[in-house]
Nanobody, 123 residues
Framework: QVQLVESGGGLVQAGGSLRLSCAASARAFSHRDMGWFRQAPGKERESVAAIRWSGLPTYYADSVKGRFTISRDNAKNTVYLQMNSLKPEDTAVYYC????????????????WGQGTQVTVSS
């Protein structure tokens, strides 16, 4: 089984916080680098953050640095995205992803995707 299920999205006011969770199957999660992507209306999907199996956060998009934190709990097969100081520009569908091989840059293509969770930030 390969499964990635996001949760935690919703509506929040600007300046607020949300924590996204991605519950994964062992096959999708174990020993894999993981990432979060987002896609805003009319925009291309972009890489937001990536984290290695070891727990080392290895990438943040410039637009979210200092505000978002990626983490993982390997015992729970779960990856998180803590989002603070949210802005209306953060409004997007957020996707959890798993890389089949080592993450090697923000253009690395994931092998597995979740279905996404909507985050809406109001002014």
């Amino acid at each position: 089984q390969v499964q990635l299920v996001e949760s935690g999205g919703g509506l929040v006011q600007a300046g607020g916080s949300l924590r996204l969770s991605c519950a994964a199957s062992a096959r999708a999660f174990s020993h894999r680098d993981m990432g979060w992507f987002r896609q805003a209306p009319g925009k291309e999907r972009e890489s937001v953050a990536a984290i290695r199996w070891s727990g080392l956060p290895t990438y943040y998009a410039d637009s979210v640095k200092g505000r978002f934190t990626i983490s993982r709990d390997n015992a729970k097969n779960t990856v998180y995205l803590q989002m603070n100081s949210l802005k209306p520009e953060d409004t997007a569908v957020y996707y959890c992803a798993a890389y089949l091989g080592p993450w090697s840059g923000s253009s690395t293509s994931p092998g597995y995707w979740g279905q996404g969770t909507q985050v809406t930030v109001s002014s």
